[in-house]
């Protein structure tokens, strides 16, 4: 097993894809009107930002996943492909209002919110969630709202600034197993730091759906990622998405492995065991991947 950090991704060969994660070239009437909605009220996304691998069936289905506070992260992940770099304190002040425009113009019913993180402002970005929430919630009490949250360098305060805006879920990914996490995510985040927030959360409104992330192929064995899983029902995490990690560029880490679709189905059944409401495990599951179908299937239960 390979273990990190490697030496040089110059030199490493994508490895073929097999044929389960092959997908459609962005395309469709839904996607271009999302676009259009976008660009004109100039927002990111997450879905182009980190180049995700569903973009054109989600935004035909009607669902995205806003970017707040920018495209520039002050983490140097290896795994993502949003940029680096030192925003300086600066915030679109227009950014809330603009996102529940396009809400309120697509008529969306299920909205997720996730951000860049924001070392650089006191609160780590905090009250812009809470405000875009708000802003939000003005336009449409009938939406659902999910936040996929930074760590805030565990700043119990912070956190509840998001809390405390109520939405229906929030989340916080763990992203791979903690053996692999100094190699895999930037210094400033840990393994411990990641599930003392979804705790926390918990703690601060126990009636708040919380979801977590794992991805696969990134050289780690099945009983780390039980492990993993096992850690994260214990921090009272309710929903869990796992996907195959995919090397966004040569200057990232390399996929270990296209791990099989039936072992997916594997941590499924073992995540069912262990208590969650629902597992989304698949190649080409994401964090907000049909978050709006798992959430009605867990209200109902």
Known sequence: MPRYPIKSNHS???KRKPSWLKVKLPSGDGYN??????RSFNLNTVCEE?????????????TLTFLLMGDTCTRSCKFCYIKSGNPKGWLDPL?????AKVVEKLNLKYVVLTSVDRDDLP?????????TIKAIRNVSNNVIIE????????NIESLKKVVDSKPDVIGHNIETVERLTPFVRDPRASYQKSLNVLKNIKMLNPKIYTKSSLMLGLGERDDEVLKAMDDLRKA?????????????????????KYIPIEKFEYFKRKGEELGFLY???NPLVRSSYKSSEYFSIIRVA
């Open 50 to 62: 980190a180049l995700c691998p569903n973009i054109c069936e989600c935004w035909n289905s009607g």
């Open 147 to 154: 936040a996929l949250i930074p760590d805030f360098q565990c």
């Open 33 to 38: 009107q999302i676009q259009y909605q976008l």
């Open 95 to 99: 950014e809330p209002i603009n996102v």
């Open 12 to 14: 490493i060969e994508y």
């Open 123 to 131: 609160d780590g970005g905090a009250s812009h969630f809470a405000e």
């Open 279 to 281: 597992v989304a495990s």
């Open 236 to 256: 009272y995490v309710d929903i869990l998405t796992i996907g195959q990690y995919l090397q966004p560029s040569r200057y990232h880490l390399p996929v270990v």
